[in-house]
């Protein structure tokens, strides 16, 4: 995971988006051009100390 110049971030991650799309909850959605990646807890918690509050 990482911020790009605009602020936004990236996540690099396992695409899971075929296997993962109907677990969504119900008040959840993606566009089309958006894909669910699989990030690992570790990589997250890592990432965690870098992500700013706001």
């Known amino acids: ?4 110049s605009d602020g936004n971030f990236a996540v690099i991650g396992t695409e899971a988006t075929e296997a993962l799309e109907s677990e969504l909850p ?4 993606r566009a089309d051009y958006e894909r669910i990646v ?3 807890r570790e990589t997250l918690i890592r990432a965690k100390a870098d992500i700013p509050d706001a």
């Open 26 to 29: 119900a008040d959840a959605a």
């Open 1 to 4: 995971m990482f911020e790009l």
């Open 38 to 40: 699989i990030v690992s």
